[in-house]
């Protein structure tokens, strides 16, 4: 059995009630879909979080524009990726150091018998969105499909469900938390963990027990939060405001 889990965007305390939830459980791996950094006011702690707990995490387009110039970012990621990536270059040297290692040496995606790990989607690991309205997109979602083997799990959007291989999108909600993986091809969106965008102001994130996928939802204390956003200059008030709302 292990845990998913996807975008944590530099919010600690609900990566921490997250971690918390999975140390309960008799969960053998986690796995980390990306987007550690970005939007939050916890940077460096969310990375050695992830560093100490996931045995295997996957780059996210947040992480990388960390490194490098971000691309396609509105006014306000861009100025939140510049202040995290200050962050990671002021204080400890030596945690630094280890911190954009780390960062630089993320794959872009993973593969381990059926299952492939991604934090976009299977065509554009890195940067593309697949929305719950992509199954009218029939040509888009025919291509991604078609270089998935049988099931991958993908994060980006912060909005959690299956695509089904028929082109369906069933919420978390719709089917009691739980999916059944069998023959069909299907795409697993785990959620957020730190900035959730499906109107539950809660952390999300999945477990795969052999071939179920059980959705979890984690409460946190997102008014801390959303304070420290509030006392950085840099980073916009809706930053805090949205993670009231899950939105």
């Not at 992830?50 to 509105?74: R, S, W, Y």
């Not at 593969?111 to 690991?125: I, L, Q």
């Not at 795969?208 to 008014?223: C, H, K, M, W």
Request: hydrophobic share 35%; aromatic share 10%; with cysteine.
């Amino acid at each position: 059995m292990f845990a998913i889990i996807s975008d944590i965007h530099g919010n600690l305390e609900a990566l921490q009630a997250v971690l918390a939830d999975i140390a309960s459980k008799d969960i053998s791996k986690i796995y980390c879909l990306g987007d550690i950094i970005g939007y939050g006011p916890n940077p460096g702690e969310c990375i050695d979080l992830v560093m100490e707990k996931a045995q295997v995490t996957i780059l996210g387009n947040h992480d990388q524009a960390a490194m490098f110039d971000p691309e396609g970012f509105n006014a306000g990621a861009e100025r939140a990726i510049f202040w995290t990536r200050k962050q990671l270059e002021t204080g400890d040297q030596s945690k630094n150091e280890r911190r954009w290692e780390f960062l630089g040496e993320l794959p872009r995606l993973r593969r381990e018998e059926k299952y492939m790990f991604v934090h976009g989607s299977a065509r554009n690991p890195l940067n593309e969105y697949v929305f719950p309205e992509d199954i009218y997109h029939q040509r888009k979602m025919e291509r991604i499909f078609s270089l998935v083997e049988r099931h991958c799990f993908q994060g980006h959007t912060h909005i959690p469900g299956v695509f089904t291989d028929d082109l369906n999108f069933l919420a978390p909600e719709e089917i009691d938390f739980r999916y059944e993986l069998g023959e069909h091809k299907a795409l697993i969106n785990v959620g957020s963990v730190g900035q959730p965008r499906n109107g539950d102001s809660r952390s999300s994130y999945v477990i795969v027990d052999d071939a179920l996928i059980q959705f979890q939802r984690v409460v946190y204390d997102f008014e801390k939060t959303a304070e420290k956003i509030y006392q950085i200059p840099e980073l916009d008030n809706f930053l805090g405001d949205r993670l009231r709302e899950g939105r």
